[in-house]
């Protein structure tokens, strides 16, 4: 959990150019991920990229980018809900 504290203070000073931020993290086992923060007006949230030593690296990196994904589509839906709103 150091190293994403680190990741995170690392990205505070941008946290205030953006509404929506993720900060990706290796982990090595299962492992309970921090839930999603506010900083100011932006969104963070973390997201682990599994490297569990009995995982493929392509199962990991779809695993990943899956995760990415339903972030990004989760703000899309933020955003249009805003537009309609």
Same mark, same amino acid.
């Given at each position: 959990?150091? @190293? #994403? /504290?680190? #990741?995170? /203070? ?7 150019e ?5 900060? *990706?993290?290796?982990? /090595?086992q299962?492992? +309970?991920?921090?839930?999603? *923060? /506010? ?7 973390? *997201? ?7 995982? +493929? @690296? ?22 249009? @809900? @805003?537009?309609?709103?």
């Amino acid at each position: 959990m150091l @190293a #994403c /504290r680190t #990741c995170i /203070r690392q990205s505070v000073r941008h946290l205030y150019e953006t509404d929506h931020a993720i900060v *990706i993290g290796f982990v /090595r086992q299962v492992a +309970e991920t921090p839930p999603p *923060i /506010r900083v100011g007006a932006t969104h963070l949230r973390h *997201i682990d990229w599994h490297a569990y030593p009995e995982l +493929e @690296a392509e199962d990991a990196a779809s695993h990943l980018a899956g995760q990415v994904e339903d972030w990004l589509g989760g703000i899309r839906k933020l955003k249009l @809900a @805003a537009v309609a709103g």
